[in-house]
């Protein structure tokens, strides 16, 4: 290796993710995490290295490299971790392609067109549905059948790092009331993990399931907050809505399905059996270790929920074949939420909504604060990565504080 990597950092030479950034003296453009460095890909292309028009390293978003098809992404990727091993590269010539990430301001790596979040935890879609409706039948009778979901908003995704607002909006406290104006009472985290496709469809055309992962790039951090208090009054009939779209949060560096291979299992046996359109072969899910944590205003980061991105009931391959079974196209850059990603153990829930038990059970902090949902002034962090055999890719964070409403 030509430059050291500390020890369980998620972004070893097997990782190699990409993103887009800028410092003090360079405008945005991609570079890949190493370590605590980023490299230069627009720098790096200047040396002749890359056999395609490198212009798209150079652009604020990684959609127009992403387009090139993964024959090209893959083959950059690999490349540079045989460069990054090799003493005589082009990466060991020129140090001033390593840039410091504590140097570098992260921007948000693609221009998403059209973001799609599903409810694919099978733990998390029966904790809510004992909360909010029949506890003996805690799953609607579609919700094995269909992966279900619903479009989301593109246009408030923002990168980690940006502080949102309290969002403001319209609430029934009291049943025999009519309803209120004013902030959220109940703003809550979502964790989840997001895939963004590498290739466009035409209208009217489907994606086996398959084929799938071909037309997946990669995968990055999301958090969905949620204002549980406003969609519970706003979401019959027609779904989340104000509730979900103030804003959502992703983290900076987008992961490779090829760096994951290593983090494969088979999903859970699914029982109804599937329609054939649905049916998925091989090892599709992934055993990705998930945290998240409270920071509260001026005290200590405090682990709250461990879970894992293997407990999905439904894969990303069966997604994606179901959200395009209509002939609904895709385009390069779209982002596909999993759902809030829950586990069987209390500690594994993907939201303060499920920890606390819809504010019944409230967590008890080290600063002898108690939180039930999301105060201002908190900073919510999750992490992710895959760890196996002495091998860790990960996604780094995504990471938010939350300020007081406007
Ligand atoms: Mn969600």
Avoid at 53 to 72: C, H, R
Avoid at 140 to 150: A, D, E, M, T
Avoid at 327 to 343: A, H, R
Wanted: contains cysteine; aromatic residues 10%; hydrophobic residues 35%.
């Amino acid at each position: 290796m030509i430059i050291g990597i500390p020890e369980n950092s998620d972004f070893s030479i097997h990782n190699i993710p990409f993103g887009i950034f800028e410092t003090s003296n360079k405008s945005p453009r991609a570079g890949v995490a190493i370590g605590e460095y980023i490299i230069d890909l627009a720098e790096l292309s200047d040396y002749g290295v890359f056999d395609f028009e490198t212009s798209v390293l150079k652009k604020e978003t990684l959609n127009d490299f992403i387009s090139l098809g993964k024959a090209i992404t893959s083959k950059v990727r690999i490349d540079i971790q045989s460069w990054l091993q090799d003493t005589s590269s082009v990466l060991a010539k020129h140090s001033e392609l390593f840039i410091r990430q504590s140097s570098a301001k992260m921007r948000i790596p693609i221009r998403i067109g059209d973001y799609t979040d599903f409810y694919s935890s099978e733990e998390h879609a029966t904790n809510i549905g004992k909360m909010f409706r029949d506890p003996k039948n805690a799953l609607l009778p579609n919700w094995k059948h269909i992966p279900v979901g619903y479009h989301g908003r593109a246009s408030s995704i923002v990168v980690s790092g940006t502080p949102i607002h309290r969002p403001i909006g319209q609430t029934k406290p009291k049943e025999d009331q009519p309803p209120v104006y004013g902030p959220t009472k109940r703003l809550d985290f979502e964790l989840e993990v997001g895939f963004i496709t590498g290739k466009n469809t035409m209208l009217g055309q489907s994606v086996p399931i398959d084929l799938a992962e071909e037309y997946i790039f990669g995968l990055v951090l999301l958090n969905d907050w949620s204002a549980r208090d406003i969609q519970k009054w706003e979401y019959v009939p027609l779904g989340p809505f104000l509730a979900k779209n103030f804003a959502s949060h992703i983290s900076p560096w987008i992961v490779t399905l090829e760096a994951l291979n290593a983090f494969r299992i088979p999903g859970p046996d699914q029982t109804p059996d599937v329609l054939p359109y649905l049916k998925s072969i091989g090892e599709k899910n992934y055993d990705i270790q998930l945290e998240v944590s409270i920071t509260p205003e001026g005290s200590e980061e405090e682990n709250i929920c461990h879970s894992n991105y293997k407990y999905m009931y439904w894969n990303m391959a069966q997604q994606l074949a179901h959200h395009t079974v209509n002939g609904c196209n895709i385009n390069v850059g779209d982002l596909y939420g999993s759902g809030t990603i829950s586990g069987k153990d209390e500690s594994s829930y993907g939201s303060m909504l499920e920890l606390t038990w819809m504010g019944t059970k409230p967590i008890q902090m080290k600063d002898r604060s108690t939180r039930t949902f999301i105060k201002d002034g908190d900073t919510v962090t999750m992490r992710g990565y895959g760890e196996k055999n002495g091998l860790r890719v990960g996604f780094g964070e995504v990471s938010a504080k939350v300020l007081a409403s406007k």
